[in-house]
């Protein structure tokens, strides 16, 4: 009969599941899961059926580069008539995995960047990390007001995290 076997690790209180390993027959069945982890933690193998065997456990230390995502990476458009800016906001997303610190986001000199729409704009943010990550933030981004006619393209939001590879959103405006 197949079986179904979880994979939990300890929090200090309760197992708590990490993945769950589906169709593992009479024969066994061999899998994988990368756990990343920054500290010490124990695991278990964890079945409601008959007795499982295990072998060959195998369990590597690795380590992961700290990453920055920033998506879309271009916002054209960004365009407003002369004496009437700022220009509408527009989006995109930063997040990071395996962070050993903060992301700083820093806006280029005649764009101004915020965590809200309606929000106070400034030409930096600092998003917290927690345990390594940023979750998925929505960065609001925008023309400043008072600028001459003319065009404003190529400038670049800079994303940046100890260790990370720098990330920018290329933006565009008249």
């Not at 006619?149 to 990330?167: Q, R």
């Amino acid at each position: 009969a197949d079986r179904t076997v979880v994979l939990q690790y300890y929090d200090g209180l309760s197992w708590v599941d990490i993945t769950t390993f589906t169709g593992i027959g009479n024969t066994g069945a061999t899998f994988t899961y990368n756990l990343n982890v920054s500290s010490s933690t124990t695991l278990r193998l964890s079945t409601a059926s008959a007795a499982i065997y295990i072998h060959d456990i195998i369990i590597s230390l690795y380590s992961i580069a700290p990453t920055i995502t920033l998506t879309p990476t271009t916002l054209t458009g960004l365009n407003y008539v002369q004496g009437s800016g700022p220009s509408a906001n527009q989006t995109f997303t930063c997040e990071g995995t395996n962070l050993t610190n903060d992301i700083l986001l820093t806006a280029p000199t005649n764009y101004e960047i915020s965590t809200t729409a309606g929000g106070s704009f400034g030409t930096d943010i600092t998003l917290t990390q927690s345990g390594g990550s940023v979750s998925a933030t929505t960065i609001y981004v925008r023309l400043i007001a008072g600028l001459p006619a003319g065009n404003y393209n190529s400038e670049t939001v800079t994303a940046t995290s100890t260790g990370a590879t720098s990330k920018t959103v290329t933006l565009s405006g008249t």
